[in-house]
């Protein structure tokens, strides 16, 4: 069973920097790519940033600038930095990963359990 474990959520006063670490685990066979969303109170569930397999990156353009993605591809693991953050960040961030658990099988969306982030002001 795959699984993503994120970390590194909180409580962080306005131009602070948290660090979000997501790991997954459970028979991978590959992955293609891995990135992070964020849901805040009464708002949809946005992208934040993605990096693929190969290196590419995707910022949503209110995140670009503050907000670094980095990858670990021998560790399964996803990093977001987070720097001079906003009070409008505040939102419940999300790790998610497209994984492919054998040769013969579709790669799928698999999703953390989601880590609070909080911004005072």
């Known amino acids: 069973q795959v699984q993503l474990v994120e970390s590194g959520g909180g409580l962080v006063q306005a131009g602070g920097s948290l660090r979000l670490s997501c790991a997954a685990s459970?028979?991978?066979?590959?992955?293609?790519?891995m990135g992070w969303y964020r849901q805040a109170p009464g708002k949809q569930r946005e992208l934040v940033a993605r990096i693929h397999s190969g290196g590419s990156i995707n910022y949503a353009d209110s995140m670009k600038g503050r907000f670094t993605i980095s990858r670990d591809n021998a560790k399964n693991t996803v990093y977001l930095q987070m720097d001079s953050l906003k009070f409008e960040d505040t939102a419940v961030y999300y790790c998610?990963?497209?994984?492919?658990?054998?040769?013969?099988?579709?790669?799928?969306?698999?999703w953390g359990q989601g880590t609070q982030v909080t911004v005072s002001s």
């Open positions: 459970g028979g991978i066979f590959s992955i293609n790519y």
């Open positions: 998610n990963a497209n994984i492919r658990r054998s040769a013969s099988d579709y790669y799928r969306d698999y």
